[in-house]
């Protein structure tokens, strides 16, 4: 009796350590295995378990050592630390089979985050800016079979003044909607229509606050309307196409004939990539 009084509360505690970490319901065999998740390496448990306090932490130090190593390569501190957060929030969305959106991310974290996910199973990421050439984009993470159809998770907005005598820069609108209690992380690129204003992107959620409380950009009186994502006046990137025939595709040989320049130039900017 005393040996199986013992083992009922570690095996217990185990089982709800590892609902809640891990975020599944399975706790079949769980005195002898864990069972598999995408985001956890399978951990058999050879010796008796001591307590329940060690059972979290084999499980914890199981997760970050996954976690560790999808962030291999990630230099920046700050874009590990937010990476992370979304392989959180990518984790507990695809256990809980639904789909959750992060806010505005900069171009670094959009991209060191989308190259993480694509390393976990079973977890969808899709980015949206409001246009398909957006440098401020989000995320929407979850289980690959909880998407039905894109997420509608970012709206626009129309700024507009007589700008002709007094022509508002990009940090004029920025700063004015940061100046009107907006976070940053809450809006999303601005487009500059000249004249007219400014377009914007921003959370739905903020939208009528914006059109409500936004009266002047610099010393400019302004109105804010919603517009469609469609109505956005953006400039597609030019592109130039060339053709050439070189004796290797080494990057500094195809990068060479593009960009006009002698290898031994480019080898600096190669080396610094």
């Known amino acids: 009796m005393a040996a199986t009084s013992f083992r009922a509360p570690s095996v217990f505690c185990l089982e709800r350590a590892f609902r809640v970490v891990v975020g599944r319901q399975h706790s079949q065999n769980i005195n002898h295995k864990l069972s598999y998740s995408p985001f956890t390496r399978f951990v058999p448990l050879i010796t008796p378990l001591v307590s329940s306090t060690s059972s979290v932490c084999q499980l914890a130090e199981a997760i970050k050592g996954d976690v560790d190593m999808v962030l291999k390569g990630v230099g920046d501190k700050s874009v590990i630390e937010s990476v992370k957060h979304i392989l959180e929030m990518a984790k507990r969305a695809s256990s809980r089979r639904e789909v959750l959106h992060t806010d505005f991310l900069t171009p670094p974290v ?116 919603k517009i469609p994502l469609l109505a956005l ?41």
């Open 110 to 225: 959009l991209k060191e985050s989308m190259l993480a996910l694509e390393k976990l199973a079973d977890v969808k990421a899709v980015a949206q800016g409001g246009y398909p050439e957006a440098e401020r984009c989000r995320l929407s993470v979850g289980h690959t079979e909880a998407f039905t159809d894109d997420p509608d998770i970012v709206a626009a907005l129309s700024i507009t003044g007589n700008f002709g005598f007094q022509p508002c820069s990009h940090g004029d609108f920025l700063g004015s909607i940061l100046g009107a209690g907006i976070a940053r992380e809450k809006l999303g690129d601005i487009i500059l229509q000249g004249e007219k204003g400014a377009q914007v992107l921003i959370v739905p959620e903020l939208a009528d606050f914006i059109i409500s409380s936004l009266d002047k950009v610099g010393n400019v009186s302004v109105s804010c309307n």
């Open 233 to 273: 006046d953006y400039q597609p990137p030019r592109t130039t196409s060339w053709k050439t025939i070189e004796a290797s595709l080494r990057v500094d040989a195809v990068a060479s004939a593009g960009f006009k320049l002698s290898r031994s130039k480019l080898v600096d900017f190669i080396r610094y990539l």
